[in-house]
């Protein structure tokens, strides 16, 4: 639904400013989204330019909304395990991992990049939900002796293939030798950062981790600077990139309604494990019995679509059987591409659909992802 013409949406205090908002301003942001209650740079240019910026250069991301949630203490690696259907006991200090935390029935409470920091120090950098209140909400009924909060930490995105340049010259050579999903504590002209190799585009990319606000100017322009030779550019996090690798997003994708099984490529991270697990046995009998509906991938005939504004009905035969979550026009592929959720008999490729997108009806057919670099070798180079 279209707002009418006189609707204004109002912004106060409680949406919080990222200590890079000023740096956004004078990059040209000129649009933010609400983002775990926070102002989230939405819009600078255009999108097809910046996306070719990252994937042909550097792009310099605020993803301060990013909220981290932090777990310390004696029990907090035992606890952190609790919290997802993957196993972190095999996690080593300074490692990542991308996981779901589940609830009691197997949904997707949020889906964070993990980072194992320090020994009992873990962080989970949220997706778009109130998951940092769900953990301490398990903690106050675990018995074990954990702290959970919201430490002042604040990230930002260096993405694309031009990224290592830009930080080896930013942090020196051993920026080069981290693996992909692991990271490191470093220290910029006395800005404390955590380094990771990690990122929401699947191209070769790095998180800074800023850990002192009163520094986000400076860090910001110091990564402006170390970027300048490699033609950096401040965009907006990419949509088309994150679609064609076949990642999703909390919330318009996926939710606390879904379970892994359901969603194409997620499986993987039910591990089998001995320790117990909030939604381990719900999950254990989904692994057994199957799923009636699954979230696939699928291209849209006809001219560019523009992105949408809520979910797309999607028929087959004239039934509505499922919904687009989301899609664009990916300009490498020269394709409409999207995730499109539908009964399980219909998921497999070559199913043909017909979506009510905002612009007027589209035929669409179902198709495997990602779209794009399905080992997935491109962000591990």
């Not at 949020?110 to 769900?134: K, Q």
């Not at 999903?181 to 800023?210: F, H, K, M, Q």
Request: proline letters at 6%.
């Amino acid at each position: 639904m279209t707002l009418p013409a006189r609707t204004t949406l109002n912004w106060g205090p409680w949406y919080r400013r990222s200590p890079f908002f000023q740096a956004t301003l004078r990059a040209g942001c000129s649009a933010y989204d609400v983002y775990q209650h926070m102002y989230h740079p939405n819009t600078y240019g255009d999108p097809v330019e910046e996306y070719w910026a990252l994937v042909n250069d550097v792009t310099l991301w605020d993803v301060s909304v990013e909220r981290i949630v932090e777990i310390t203490g004696p029990d907090a690696s035992a606890f952190t395990n609790l919290l997802t259907c993957r196993d972190l006991m095999k996690c080593a200090v300074k490692q990542g991992k991308y996981v779901l935390m589940t609830a009691e029935d197997g949904g997707i409470v949020n889906d964070p990049v993990l980072l194992r920091v320090e020994e009992n120090r873990w962080w989970l950098a949220l997706a778009d939900s109130d998951a940092g209140l769900y953990a301490m909400g398990v903690a106050v009924n675990s018995g074990m002796d954990v702290k959970v909060g919201h430490p002042e930490v604040y990230p930002v995105q260096v993405q694309g293939p031009k990224a290592k340049d830009t930080m080896r010259d930013l942090f020196g050579d051993w920026i080069l030798d981290m693996k992909y999903y692991w990271c490191d504590e470093a220290n910029l002209d006395g800005i404390p950062v955590v380094i990771s190799r990690t990122g929401w585009t699947a191209v070769v990319g790095y998180e800074i981790y800023l850990r002192d606000p009163s520094r986000g100017d400076d860090l910001w322009e110091r990564i402006l600077a170390a970027g300048k030779p490699y033609g950096i550019r401040v965009t907006p996090s990419s949509d088309i990139r994150r679609m064609e690798a076949g990642i999703f997003d909390w919330g318009s994708d996926i939710g606390l309604e879904n379970n892994p099984f359901e969603i194409t490529g997620l499986e993987r991270l039910v591990e089998e494990q001995e320790a117990d697990y909030i939604g381990k046995a719900a999950l254990e009998r989904i692994r057994k019995e199957g799923v009636s509906r699954k979230l696939v991938g699928i291209e849209l005939d006809g001219d560019p679509v523009e992105q949408p504004t809520q979910h797309w009905p999607a028929a087959h035969h004239g039934k509505q059987v499922g919904y687009v979550t989301d899609a664009c026009y990916s300009p490498r592929l020269e394709k409409n591409i999207g995730y499109v959720w539908v009964p399980i008999d219909l998921a497999g490729p070559g199913t043909r659909l017909e979506i009510d997108t905002d612009g007027g009806a589209r035929s669409a057919a179902t198709v495997s992802i990602p779209f794009v670099d399905p080992q997935k070798k491109v962000p591990a180079a």
